[in-house]
T-cell receptor, first 111, second 122 residues
Framework: QSALTQPASVSGSPGQSITISCTGT?????????VSWYQQHPGKAPKLMIY???YRPSGISNRFSGSKSGNTASLSISGLQAEDEAGYYC???????????FGGGTKLTVL | EVQLVESGGGLVKPGGSLRLSCAASAFSFSSYTMNWVRQAPGKGLEWVSS????????HYADSVKGRFTISRDNAKNSLFLQMNSLRAEDTAVYYCARDRDSSGFYFSFDYWGQGTLATVSS
């Protein structure tokens, strides 16, 4: 059972927009601005897409954006492309004994 | 180009030990907090352990505390994970990952290795 809750799957058609949620508590997502999002294609290492809730690393498309409200963070992807089909994981700093907590992951299908 | 290359995975019996290594190149290894993250087959990501640039600060997930030891050798640009008293539930791909910025803990990881598989089975 993961510390952060994500939907198991989301889907969208090319060109559409989707949003993936990540729900935690005031000890992690709600209490700190250290939420990150990772993209993982099958058999590959994760790739950092968003850090500190809203920031994109260099080279990441501006089709990807992050936000947070209360204990829930969100990753939005606009203009869906076939290459966006992958697993997406959120993570957050946690003030509990576990320094970093992850969500269970969301599989994005581009129809 | 930043590279992280893990090694040391393999098949081990329950109760056994493994030592994972991560060789880093093309960045100032001694300036960055480094991390281990694992992924059980078909499952999600799980943070395992972090070590600060000078090894002054070390953190472990509750699931591995007392059994795993993280360490680093800045002179050799290498990160290690000593895994003892291994259990079936430790079976996973273990990734070495770099903190996204130097000189501190930033809790997000911008470079990852390709992973090394540790399988615990009798």
């Amino acid at each position: 059972q993961s510390a952060l809750t994500q939907p198991a799957s989301v889907s969208g058609s090319p060109g559409q927009s989707i949003t993936i949620s990540c729900t935690g508590t005031s000890s992690d997502v709600g209490g700190y601005n250290n939420v990150s999002w990772y993209q993982q294609h099958p058999g590959k290492a994760p790739k950092l897409m968003i850090y500190d809730v809203t920031y994109r690393p260099s080279g990441i498309s501006n089709r990807f954006s992050g936000s947070k409200s209360g204990n829930t963070a969100s990753l939005s992807i606009s203009g869906l492309q076939a290459e966006d089909e992958a697993g997406y994981y959120c993570s957050s700093y946690s003030s509990s004994t576990t320094l970093v907590v992850f969500g269970g992951g969301t599989k994005l299908t581009v129809l | 180009e930043v590279q992280l290359v893990e090694s040391g995975g393999g098949l081990v019996k329950p109760g056994g030990s493994l030592r994972l290594s991560c060789a880093a190149s093309a960045f100032s290894f001694s300036s960055y907090t480094m991390n281990w993250v694992r992924q059980a087959p078909g499952k999600g990501l799980e943070w395992v352990s972090s070590i600060s640039s000078s090894s002054s600060y070390i953190h472990y997930a509750d699931s591995v505390k007392g059994r795993f030891t993280i360490s680093r050798d800045n002179a050799k640009n290498s990160l290690f994970l000593q895994m003892n008293s291994l259990r079936a539930e430790d079976t996973a791909v273990y990734y070495c990952a770099r903190d996204r910025d130097s000189s501190g803990f930033y809790f997000s990881f911008d470079y990852w290795g390709q992973g090394t598989l540790a399988t615990v089975s009798s």
